[in-house]
């Protein structure tokens, strides 16, 4: 079977930016993105778009960040600063619509990368041409399984997570 190089395109939104979180996470991008590239599963000829959207919130400067990353010359580094708020849908439009690349990987800024998990993603893809979308498997820092909201939200839950007060949302942590 003929192995697929892609190109790669990532969008990252921060509101009221955590600086290390966001230090962390292009940290395990890159190592990722390092790890795909060794085997052959993204296009050599054309760097991996990483984009990070600022929707504002703290006034950390995402510039400052960007500069103390070593990120090779396979990977481009964009920042985009919105005068506003325009929400995480939208801003993750942003990105896609402007990047060109044949995938495109949305991510948090909270979210640490296993080395492999690009590559491993990327592979499937490879093998299995009537995919159309991967869905992320999240452990927490003790290796345990994360919950992580992948079903459909019932009306509760819409409700919940829109309309209710804290003390509220706080009593259903556990089902948000």
């Known amino acids: 079977?003929?192995?697929m190089s892609y190109t790669l395109s990532v969008s990252i939104v921060t509101y009221k930016l955590d600086g290390l979180l966001l230090t962390k996470t292009l940290?395990?991008?890159?190592?990722?993105?390092g790890r795909a590239n060794k085997h052959g599963l993204l296009?050599?000829?054309?760097?991996?778009?990483?984009?990070i959207i600022d929707n504002g919130g703290n006034?950390?400067?995402?510039?400052?960040?960007?500069?103390?990353?070593e990120a090779p010359q396979n990977i481009r580094i964009n920042v985009t600063c919105n005068d506003t708020n325009v929400g995480y849908g939208r801003a993750h439009?942003?990105?896609?619509?402007?990047?060109?690349?044949d995938l495109h990987l949305i991510l948090n800024p909270d979210v640490e990368l296993d080395n492999d998990a690009?590559?491993?993603?990327?592979?499937h893809l490879a093998e299995n041409?009537?995919?159309?979308l991967l869905g992320a498997s999240g452990r927490d820092k003790n290796n345990n399984p994360a919950k992580l909201a992948k079903r459909y939200p019932t009306l509760l839950?819409?409700?919940?997570?829109?309309?209710?007060?804290?003390?509220?949302?706080?009593?259903?942590?556990?089902?948000?």
Do not use: H, Y
């Open 157 to 176: 839950d819409l409700f919940l997570r829109g309309f209710a007060p804290s003390w509220m949302k706080n009593r259903f942590a556990e089902r948000l």
């Open 43 to 51: 296009a050599q000829n054309d760097p991996a778009q990483m984009t």
């Open 59 to 69: 006034g950390v400067s995402i510039d400052g960040i960007v500069a103390s990353i």
């Open 129 to 132: 041409n009537r995919s159309a």
């Open 27 to 33: 940290d395990s991008l890159i190592d990722a993105i």
């Open 118 to 123: 690009l590559k491993e993603g990327l592979a």
């Open 1 to 3: 079977m003929c192995q």
């Open 93 to 101: 439009n942003q990105a896609i619509l402007s990047s060109g690349a």
